[in-house]
């Protein structure tokens, strides 16, 4: 699914577009490339994401790989990340920008007051006193970026009023020193664990990617590629078992990265077969709370 209307990627705000990806197609052999095995949709909307210089918003749960979707994309593309990592109480001055207030008082000090109030509110409201936070800092660069927002849901209802002028017009309205607009479009990339839902005015900006637990298959093909010296045989059983541990009801189902950690650990344990006394005995690499790990014993039967 993807959100908004779709323009053909044409010169938009005095800049031509400079699509990241020629196709999707090559969106998926350098995203594979990059060590990121993309499905055809993300294949898709990363393309298009580029093409039509629009952000993406990833949703799903922790652990399928958004945020490593936006990397693999800054690795592929030669790119630097700039990333913003949300929380609540997250605000203006470390989203956007903020004044180097300290800085400022010794300027006004070492003026000695002999300057006018408009002499003085000139010099401190200069380039050189001002803190660039990720959203400008990923604005005003030359070069590629990738800026990152990550886990937007994390972050108050008010932070998504900040976006929208980013969002929109890839630009900064600073009061004191006029609109900072974007001569090189960031690719960005917002990620949702869907804690809460988003707001329709960010969600309309955006284009869409779901991003789910891949099936047993796909897990094989994702931890087999990140652990090539495990054996197929125990690749196998360990993608089943993290399907069987996921439909249990817990507090925090395995990420797709902690499959890849449980395969890393069974290759330094050098285990052989992943019978249920292994399974039991590291079955810490993937369930990190106390009521998970006894629900899993129980319910998969294991000898801990």
Known sequence: MIWGRLAPPATMGGMTASPWFASPDEAASRLHAAGYLPDPASATTSYLAGALEKPLLVEGPAGVGKTELAKAVARACGADLVRLQCYEGLDEARALYEWNYRKQLL??????????????????????????????????????????????????????????????????????????????????????????????????????LHLDYPDVEREREIVTAQVPELDRHIASQLVETVARVRELELKKAPSIAESVDWARTLVALEIGDLDERAIAETLGVILKHRSDHERAVKELRLRS
Request: proline share 4%; hydrophobic share 45%; glycine share 4%.
């Open 107 to 208: 300027r006004i000090q070492a003026a000695g007051g002999s300057e006018t109030w408009e002499q003085a509110h000139d010099d401190i409201f200069a380039e050189e006193f001002l803190l660039a936070r990720p959203l400008l800092t990923a604005i005003r660069r030359d070069e590629p970026t990738v800026l990152l927002i990550d886990e937007i849901d994390k972050a108050d209802v008010e932070v998504e009023g900040l976006l929208l002028e980013v969002l929109s017009d890839f630009q900064v309205t600073i009061p004191e020193l006029g609109t900072v607009t974007a001569t090189r479009r960031p690719f960005v990339v917002l990620t949702s664990n869907a804690t809460r839902e988003l707001s329709e005015a960010v969600k309309r900006r955006c284009l869409y």
